[in-house]
């Protein structure tokens, strides 16, 4: 134990620590494998009071701190690589309050997605943000980076459901935010900019969730494609006819990988594009609104073949081709880009980044899927066996930084819900400009003087 | 003229500028009549290019800059009392596009709501913010207020609808944020930190506004409430049977005043308080519940009487009575408080509120209505005739010092939609931490280092 580490036990004698390797090694990195872990150490604070304490002597050593959710994230933005401490709010995983009249659950930053929206459905609400990693993300990391995911269309982001929030800032201070109002007009939104920040300006402790009713009861629907320029039609002709709860689409190399994993077949023939829609159905004229949307397309030309499910099983398996794709690629050391346009820009730039993709990989197994609704696309670019990592990761950047001028012209976003973390750094400047990033730098000044929250990450 | 207005018709000679007595008085103040209006003079730019211009020169100049739109805001926060140049909006109103993909309508910052709704309707969709200001009030000052009203408790507040924003900066640098994205996680989202930040951090010059799908046809319904303790009730069960589109209350007093200004007597009996309800009557279905939930109020005593709205014009009779009181109380100089607590917390609030008023103010006029299924309470106090203005505002003060109190002990907030401006700065630190308000001015410190940005307001 260094010294550093003898004052934070003299400090805090009940505070779990470890210097262990193995915990160094699962707690220093997330879902990226890019950046070998090289934390100080590992904290695990119980309460507010000792996280409040932890960055108080953080100052003190001058220690850089990572605040450390489920590591579920893909932009490096949970790595510690550089001797920080790791505060993991693993310890901090209860629910702390819920009220029916407000719908409101209170709970700790470190507990996980699914246990939320469990705890959420016992009181006959739900909590509507979902995507795959709910069982091992947390809360916290969720604010951090204003999760989106697959129900976004109808939902929102996660910043749409946070009623207050309690954030321990870069100098110890604890804000209490909002504190679960529904109007409160008294001055800058700090709940907001602490939404998203990537743990640069403080460690969100507690989240005062907003529930809300369930939704009345679905179907799911999974749709062949023959042509990228048809899947546009089809999604505005499902927003216009259905009440949507989710648009999903990925390709064939997808569904490649997917089936490859363990998933069931859907079609006997092979399509080059597949949509997952999941749309309220109430009663037999919602089903039947459907049933005309599909035939609609098919007649249009711009659907080929269907599956409605029929069951809660049949849905479940429909998902399982679009949820399971993340983890069928994750053997493969995928290099992920993220990126996000407007949807009425969606079909052009989809084109040119066809074209792009195409002239720039033609040897590597690209995989396409991703939240088409919300214009936000997850291209998966494959690590060839006989490749090394990191001049795999160069080819790949090179790419990347081709992609940002078409997305630049676009009007897009490099991130468009994994964040900035490390692995896009490079290119934060091809969606924000000089003085937004000259204003970010200035806020996070003011948040964290001494610059030790989360250094390195985003800015 | 000064030197300083002559460097500025140098710099800009097709630049719109007055100091016309007449113009002065009319810009220099907003709804609230509190201060004298004193401002430099008025400037009316035409483009960005001009509203850089004059922030460049003011901070030159070392001029203090009060952006200015409809000005008929509650809190002071567009008045020029201190020779301030005011830069009124009015003449960047127009629609700069429509995109029927995105459903966004990007406006310059100067239109009025009305004109945006009209304009949303006119491509079948709303932009469904909406208050009683509608009129006058112009989107530049919804965001910078992050205007709430009548529509929140389904629609959310002013926020929830900016899909991108232009902003000037105080130091003159133009901003372009969001740009109509639906995700992106590229840092710190700067656009939500200007909306509500009252015009001291800069200018919102344009907006792109997400657009949605009108509701479906809607029944408004009357109810005449017994007893304070009965109203919470009555929204609780609202709530659960049907699809709000709005719940707002008013007292007897407010029906009072209204009717003598001209609005029509809903029942033959007089209440002590009132409810407006509007909500989703798509279908017979729909309709029968509206109609169970009244008559189940009814047999529960929670409701004694009851009207609904069977034509458009009986509809707009009843939103009269709602709507109609702001206007029918200003020629009363009423002091103004906009109180919100969870909305868990309203029934202990509103006694202990009433019993601190029924003390404190056994002489004056009381009037209560608001948006209580959010929370959120206007109480005003009207100025009786045989007082002074001076001291009809310190003895209110007085009493919101107790008001205070009070809010803290159930976690409310002293502005739940107006704003802190000038009217609610002695209290601004009642609902926001020591901690929080120098995060505040030292954000603002960045946005805005010569403090030239509507001086005074909010910090």
Redesign the interface.
Known sequence: MTDRLAELTRLFPDLKLSTDPGDMEHHGRDWTRRWPPSPLAIAWPASIDEVQGIVRWANQQGVAVVPSGGRTGLSGGAVAANGELVLSLDRMNRVLDF?P??R?LTVQAGMALEAVQNAAREHGLIYPVDFAARGSCQIGGNVA??A?GIR?IRYG?T??WIAGLKVV?GTG?????N????????????R??V????GT?GIVVEATLALTAPPPPSQVMLLAIPAMDAL?KVF?EARHRLRLEAFEFFTDRALHHVLAHGAQRPFDDAYPFYVVSEFDAADAEAEAAGLAFFEFCLAEGWVVDGAIASSDAQAAALWRLREGITESLAPHKPYKNDV?????AVPAFMAEMQALLTREYPDFDVVWFG?IG???LHINVLKPTDIDNASFVEQCEHVTSMLVDTLARH??????????GLV?KPW?GS???E???A??R??K???DPNGIMNPGK??
């Open positions: 009220d009249i407000d409101t980076t204003n989106g976004v982001n910043r749409q800032t201070e604890l804000l209490d935010l504190r679960g109002l529904i109007k409160n007009a008294s001055g800058y939104d700090l907001h900019l939404i998203g920040s990537e300006l546009m505005a996000s346009v407007r949807i009425s939240h919300d214009g936000n009007g897009g976003s490099i991130s468009a819900e994994h964040g900035i896009k934060l969606v924000r400009s003085a937004e990033i204003l970010m200035g806020i000044a003011v948040w985003l800015l």
